[in-house]
């Protein structure tokens, strides 16, 4: 430990901790501007100086390692008046309009640190030189002129995103902010996740969809859980007004740190989808607004009578991306209550069901994702981690400049191809073929592909490898296959993570919603959707259906095609739990209030449940573990 | 003791600042019981005494020689000089012309605005102030006190004018300091 003494109070820090980060200990607040705790110190706004005795210099505290005995003061006149100096530096180095600019007024760090100072003017004018600014990105804009080159968005999408699409250019005062090598940011390699945009302390990376839609004082945070796959990101949902306004990641957040995928951050706030917002009735061939009496009725009216009666009673299906609780509920209604036979997802367990059913024998063999953050050697098969599940596929990213190599193993183009060290392409279905050839090389066996031979070097470097698996894999391949990848992981030493679906696709493997359906003399089809897209896969095998009944938030294809249709919450009216690809249970917290006639997914099982006859009970938890998991859970 | 005198004028601004000015409402008493309002844009003396005011007021930046008049002559009469809004302490947003050059901030509103028809023409009267870069009213005179805000709340521009009438020097800091 380490023992320093700051404006008079002493702390006892780690070695290796910053002064900067000893004053926080303390609740003494050094301004600063360039550093974010996410990301590497930087020191390069100098905003954070403070005076260490017996130093000649004064010294940037986010990058001084603390050392023993040190004497450091935050607040001194000449820090006053230096600090003052680095300020009037930046506003006189590009072109800062406060009047109009969208963070202004609280959200701008520059200009808050501006106000901490007292300053009510800077002394020195711009150049009044022109800064190029950038409107060819969907999301963002990128504006020059209030830009401070304090290099977080850069670090960010290279330190945490691994993607490297941010760069400075030229030098000094010419400093700009580009993509690649200086191409539009719309036409760049940037993967539109917006961590540019969140770390940005000043206005010069504006979200377009947020901007001048309210300041951080304006609004409300509610801290919840990304619903867009099953990496269960943790974010915070900015909504004022009861309108959602912006989805921010979590820099405290233990799954992601912070970072988001455009999945995460941008498709909920581009849904161009009908809302329902009141039960529907088909009379007469045509769909009509009911009340959720009439509608429960005539549900019960259905699909009583099919009760016990197994083959032909009702198929039941579940979208993945409901909560714990919901899915629960569903279970217990059409499963134990009904007796179906047919109780399912929409995912059919495709992405689940084969690791599930070998977890049965061999118990868990999956890891959590820290040992694919930590890793020394990656390995993908059966998934595309550039499209999806995208955050995990950051972690892969960026450890690769610290040497951890990359191996791609895809009968299909994949968007990792380009990266990779070594992009392997069996063909389709002989994945089982590559395995056993690694696994050949990994015993020292000799293996006469040389690309195999490649990565079988690579590998044996590596101390902890991880290997990342998909549907791609497990899905129509024999079980076999992922036998074998067990095998191999054991060989060298590997942990295993299977990215599974939808946000709660690993709840639903829990709960066995993992069959795969076809209609076959049901008499109802009952389709829990809430929010989830209707895939055309779906549609084809529901239209024969006698009988529909849709669980859904959005007006699609499937509810055009329903007898009733019962109008439910979306992912941020619902609060629920969601337990994520490595078994973390977490839980997502509504953030706005639905529209009146809407019901939650559990709310609205429950009330068919009840119209029914059926009890249910609230035991969502203690049903996880019914089942042996491939991922300890908790 | 005689009361201090205060003056105000405009320069290249939107009025605004003293729009909000009069936003403090019955306040406004209370600084005319503190003060001796002399000459604004608003009242009808519009130049500040020749023998001096103690506090001259001046909203907006300075864009022609007539605005730079109007800046030195408050100068030269008042003791204490208060920038007033943005457009004073930093130029503000008539100050976006800076980036394209008066030629082409001409061109744009007299002749290609969309309102205009093709009788549209660059003004040339000899008697029309010659327009320059637009500079923070510190660029032209010394100020003593900067009040910045888009324009300063009314709250902003009571606290600095009492401050002032009372002989103290108004700090800007925490609630009452902003520049939007």
């Keep these: 430990m380490i023992k320093l003494t700051i404006d008079n109070q002493t702390v006892e820090v780690p070695e290796g901790t910053t002064v900067l980060e000893a004053a926080e200990k303390l609740n003494i607040r050094i301004p600063k501007l360039c550093h974010h705790p996410a990301i590497k110190p930087y020191g390069s706004c100098r905003l954070c100086v403070v ?68 300053m009510t003017h800077w002394p020195i004018q711009p150049q009044w030189s022109n800064f190029p600014v950038d409107t060819s990105h969907p999301y963002y804009v990128l504006d020059n002129n209030r830009c401070i080159l304090c290099r977080r968005c850069v670090r960010a999408c290279g330190e945490l995103v691994g993607n490297f699409t941010l760069a400075i250019e030229e030098r000094g005062s010419s400093n700009l902010l580009i993509a690649d090598v200086g191409v539009p940011l719309g036409e760049s390699t940037c993967i539109q996740c917006g961590t540019c945009v969140q770390v940005c302390p000043t206005g010069a990376l504006i979200d377009r969809t947020s901007a001048y839609h309210g300041l951080g004082q304006n609004v409300a945070y509610t801290s919840s859980i990304c619903v867009g796959c099953s990496v269960g990101c943790n974010i915070n949902v900015v909504t004022r007004d009861n309108r959602l306004v912006r989805i921010e990641g979590d820099f405290g957040g233990a799954v992601n740190g912070g970072v988001l995928c455009e999945h995460g951050r941008y498709y909920p706030m581009t849904d161009q989808r009908e809302r329902l917002t009141q039960p529907l009735l088909k009379k007469n061939g045509k769909l009509e607004p009911a009340s959720w009496d009439e509608a429960l009725t005539a ?66 063999f999956e890891a959590k994702l820290e040992a694919l953050k930590t890793s020394d050697a990656v390995i993908t098969i059966g998934v595309d981690l550039s499209r999806n599940h995208q ?225 249910t009970m609230d035991n969502w938890k203690d049903a996880l573990f019914q089942r042996k998991p491939v991922v300890e859970i908790g | ?107 744009r509103a007299y002749v290609e605005a969309e309102s205009v028809d093709e009788s549209g023409k660059i003004p040339s009267d000899p008697e029309l102030a010659t327009m320059t870069k637009v500079r923070a009213l510190s660029e032209v005179v010394p100020v003593d006190v900067f009040v910045p805000g888009c324009p300063p709340e009314a709250d902003v521009i009571y606290y600095v004018l009492s401050e002032l009438a009372q002989g103290r020097t108004p700090e800007l800091k925490d609630e009452l300091l902003h520049w939007h």
Aim: hydrophobic share 45%; net charge negative.
């Design chain 2, 1 to 107: 003791m005689s009361k201090p005198k205060i003056a105000s004028d405009w320069m290249a601004g939107c009025a605004g600042c003293h729009m909000s000015l009069l936003d403090m409402d019955e306040r406004i008493i209370k600084i005319a019981e503190l003060a001796d309002l002399r000459a604004t844009p608003i009242t009808d003396l519009k130049e500040p005494d020749e023998s001096g005011v103690d506090v001259g007021v001046l909203e907006g930046g300075i864009n022609n020689t007539a605005n730079e008049e109007v800046a030195h002559r408050m100068r030269q009469r008042s003791k204490i000089l208060v920038a007033l809004g943005d457009c004073a302490v930093f130029g503000g947003v008539p100050a976006l012309r800076n980036f394209c050059g008066i030629q082409e901030a001409l061109q």
């Design chain 1, 391 to 615: 955050v995990a596929g950051f972690f892969a990213k960026r450890i690769r400049p610290q040497g951890v190599p990359l191996i791609v193993i895809d009968p299909n183009e994949n968007g990792f191809d380009p990266i990779a060290d070594v992009a392997l392409k069996p063909e389709a279905g002989k994945d089982a073929d590559t395995i056993g050839w690694l696994l050949a090389a990994a015993k020292g066996e000799a293996v006469s592909d040389q690309k195999i031979g490649e990565a079988a070097q690579l590998i044996k470097k590596a101390q902890k490898p991880v290997i990342v698996y998909g549907k791609g894999l497990i899905a129509f391949n024999e079980p076999i296959v992922l036998q074998k990848l067990i095998e191999y992981a054991r060989a060298i030493g590997a942990s295993l993570i299977g990215v599974k679906g939808e946000a709660n696709s690993f709840v639903a493997s829990q709960y066995q919603l993992d069959r795969p359906f076809a209609l076959n003399g049901q008499q109802a089809a009952y389709v829990a959707i809430g929010d989830d897209y209707v895939t055309e896969r779906l549609l084809q095998r529901l239209e024969k259906a006698p009988f529909i009944i849709a669980q859904a938030s959005y007006a699609s294809k499937l509810t055009a095609l329903a007898d009733v249709v019962l109008p439910v919450t979306i992912w941020a009216e619902q609060s629920g739990h969601y337990v994520n690809l490595e078994g973390r249970v977490q839980q997502a917290h509504a953030a706005l209030v639905a529209a009146e006639g809407v019901r939650s997914n559990a709310e609205a099982l429950q009330a068919v449940a009840e119209s029914l006859g059926v009890k």
């Design chain 1, 299 to 364: 549900i019960a009216d259905r699909v009583k009578p099919l009760v016990g009666k197994g083959a032909h009673s009702v198929v039941a299906i579940a979208s993945t991306r409901l909560p714990a609780e919901a899915l629960s509920i569903f279970k217990q209604l059409f499963g134990e209550g009904i007796g179906s036979r047919v109780v399912t997802s929409v995912e059919e367990g495709l992405p689940t069901a084969r690791s599930a059913e070998l977890a049965q024998t061999v118990g868990a």
């Design chain 1, 51 to 118: 005076e260490v005795e017996g130093f000649r210099t004064i010294q940037a505290s986010c990058t001084l390692p603390a050392g023993n005995g040190m004497v450091v003061r935050t607040d001194t006149p000449a820090l006053q008046e230096s600090r003052h100096f680095v300020l009037s530096m930046l506003f006189s180095e590009r072109n800062h309009f406060c009047p109009f600019c969208q963070v202004s007024g609280g959200d701008c760090e520059l200009q808050n640190a501006a106000y901490d100072e007292g």
